[in-house]
Structures are given as C-alpha cells and as structure tokens.
C-alpha cells in the first residue's frame, strides 16, 4: 500500500468530522487584531527583547552548538535559570528548548513503576504525553475534583506520587484550586506539579499563580513554564528545589538528548523579565481585556488570558474564526483531539496592549459572531 493509499482516507475522515487542521503563514506586518496568539504583553515585538535578541545573536551566534551537557549550556542559560527561579521564588530553574519537552523531561524523570502520576482530565497534551512515556501508573481525575485527588493518594500502593495540573487552563481559561490541591499533597505525602504556561506574565502581577498562593518554594512544589507566551520568546523551563533541578540534568531525556535553546531566545526571556520587573503593573491589562472580551461572548470571567467560548461544533468554531478574520480580528479555535470534553471552542486571547478601539471593535466582532 503507498502512502497516499494510507494516508488519503484519513484525511478524508477528518475532512468529514471538521476536524482538518489547515496552516495560515501570516505576512509580515499583517493588519489584524491579534486575538489569537499568546504574545499576551506584546513583549515578542518590544523594542527591549528584540534588541538584546539581535546582540545575542551576534555574541553568541544562530544555535546554541550542541545539547546541554556538551557546549549548549551558555552563560545566558545559566542566568536565565537564576533569574526565572528568582522571579518565580523557586529555588533552582533549568531551561529545555520548548515547555513541551519541560513537561516531558520532568514527569519522565520523576516517573516510573513507583510512581503515581494523577493527571487532571484537563491538562494539556504536552502532560498527557508524559504520563504515557513516563512508565508510571496514571489516574486521570475530573476536572479541579480535589476530593478525587485525595482519594487517588491516599488509595495508592507506590511509595511516589506527583499530582499535575495547570494554574490557568489552557483550554478552559479557568484557574486550579492551588491552595487545597498543595495542601492535599503534603498531606498525601505527594508533590505537585503546576504548569504556569499561562499563568507566568498573567496571574501574580506576573509571577504567577503559585507565588499569588503563597507556596513559592514550598518542597513539594513544582512549576513548569514555557517562555514563549507571555515573555514573548521560545522555550520552556522546570523550577523548583535544587535538589529536583540536579536529577533533571542527570535523568530528564528531553532535556539530555536535545540541543539547548539558542541562546538569543535566553536573551529575548531575560530582557523579558526585566520589563515585567520594570513594569509590574503591564499584566493588569490582560484581565480588564479578558473581562471585557468575556462579557462581549457572554461567557464567565477568565482566570488568565485565554477566553473560552464554546461552540456548537468543530465546523461552527471554525466557520466563527472565519467571520472575525474577515472584520480584522484573529481569534483562534479549539477542536477535538485538543479539548479532552470534546467540546470545540473559540479561543481568544486578550493582549495588553490594544488601543480602546482596537477592543471596542474586536468586542463588537465577537459579539456579532457568538450571537450568530
Ligand atoms: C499548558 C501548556 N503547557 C505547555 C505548553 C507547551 O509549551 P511550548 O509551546 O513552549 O512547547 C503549552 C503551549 O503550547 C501550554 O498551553
């Protein structure tokens, strides 16, 4: 059988679902109002990030050589660890070339046959990949269930178990019960690992969801970022004890047999932080944003950025994206196998950033769009 023999019936199965994924290039300088990225301070594009990205660029070249352990590790890489631990209040950070392959590294190294991995049903599918690598057990609980939480600890026979979640959905746009989740590991003798892709530059006044509940640092805590939403750059990273940190470097496969980030992304993230530091007042714009965005749908108030409407179906969200694009607004869409409840969605992402009418139009567009 060729592979057009192979390959052409699946696609036509998914044609017929909805279900296609197309690519849209976008044209330097394109004339839209951004809703659908995850530049959610607009820092990809501010004149600080890019240009200590272009100095990096010529210290330090394109790539960064090689992986980690050999002639990858730079002393951007090095900073960068201190100063995303820091601004996270976690003792020891490492950097992987994308927060995919962070949540890959680090549920792969704490995994295994001794340990419980409870999965809320919700995270994303860098996580889900994980745990089926990972060689562990795995109870997938209903979404933010604590009590489901407690019950699979305290059931379980390994003598390791790590509880992961996200602080701001990716899908959802709502918010984990930190606080009671943090407080039923330690009882549970567990650790948990919070994803903060959409949590760092947005909740906290930046510093995320698990410094605002106050368990920076805790032991038995760690966070997961990526740095490629709101500081604007590429990459992701791991933060936590230094103790998890040395195990990484030593166990994590995603980060050992993987070239390191290049090290002007670790130039773009610094000079990220650095703004967030300066400005600490640039994420409040995201959640007046949201809100408004929120209220445009119709739909409850988000925890971060991402505002999630749902929509009647896959070619429904898709036909919605379609109508906002032609009025000047990218909105992006969720569908099946991205959303565990099988629900399509339109996503919205609210920037700082946008002029009071660039927001007025975009809200006028949204509500013109969900009411049909
Ligand atoms: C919750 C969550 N975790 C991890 C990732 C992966 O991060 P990256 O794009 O840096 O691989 C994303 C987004 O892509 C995300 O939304």
């Known amino acids: ?3 057009a023999d192979w390959l052409e019936p699946k696609a036509a199965a998914l044609e017929s679902r909805g279900l296609t994924r197309r690519l849209r290039p976008r044209a330097a300088g394109e004339d839209l109002i951004d809703l659908a990225g995850n530049d959610y301070l607009g820092l990809a594009t501010d004149p600080r990030v890019v240009e200590a990205t272009v100095a990096a660029v010529r210290t330090w ?5 090689a992986s980690r352990l050999v002639t990858g590790t730079t002393a951007l890489h090095a900073e960068l ?4 631990a820091s601004y996270v209040g976690q003792e020891a950070g490492l950097v992987f070339s994308s927060g995919y392959l962070a949540n890959l590294g680090v549920v792969t190294a704490l995994g295994g046959p001794g340990t419980l991995l409870v999965s809320d049903e919700h995270v994303h599918a860098s996580i889900v990949d994980a745990t089926r690598l990972s060689r562990s057990r795995v109870e997938v609980v209903p979404h933010n269930d604590v009590d489901a939480v407690t019950k699979a600890l305290a059931e379980r026979n390994e003598p390791h178990a790590l509880v992961l979640t996200e602080s701001v959905f990716s899908v959802l746009g709502d918010a984990a019960p930190l606080t009671e989740l943090a407080a039923v590991a330690l009882a549970q003798d ?3 690992l919070v994803d903060e892709a959409h949590g760092i530059g947005v909740t906290g006044n930046g510093h995320g969801s698990v410094a605002a509940a106050g368990l920076a640092g805790a032991e038995h805590v760690i966070v997961t970022m990526t740095l490629s939403k709101a500081l604007g750059s590429q990459g992701g990273a791991v933060l936590g004890p230094a103790v998890l940190r040395e195990h990484l470097v030593n166990r994590a496969r995603s980060f050992i047999f993987d070239t390191g ?3 002007a992304a670790c130039a ?3 000079a990220a932080l650095d703004v967030l530091r300066q400005e600490p007042d640039r994420p409040e714009a995201i959640h ?12 409850k108030a988000a925890a971060g950025a991402v505002v999630s409407i749902p929509m009647a179906g896959p070619r429904e969200a898709v036909a919605a994206a379609e109508r906002c694009l032609a009025q000047g607004v990218a909105v992006g869409t969720f569908r099946p ?3 565990p409840d099988g629900i399509s969605r339109l996503r919205l992402t609210a920037r700082a950033g946008l002029s009071p009418a660039q927001l007025d139009h975009a809200c006028a567009v949204i509500e013109g769009v969900v009411a049909g």
């Open 81 to 84: 660890e201190q100063a995303l």
């Open 61 to 65: 070249g394109a790539g960064s050589t």
């Open 268 to 270: 773009a993230a610094l």
């Open 261 to 263: 980030l290049a090290p």
């Open 1 to 3: 059988m060729g592979l």
């Open 288 to 299: 007046t944003t949201a809100a408004r965005l929120a209220a445009a749908a119709g739909v």
């Open 337 to 339: 196998p991205s959303v």
């Open 190 to 192: 567990a650790v948990l």
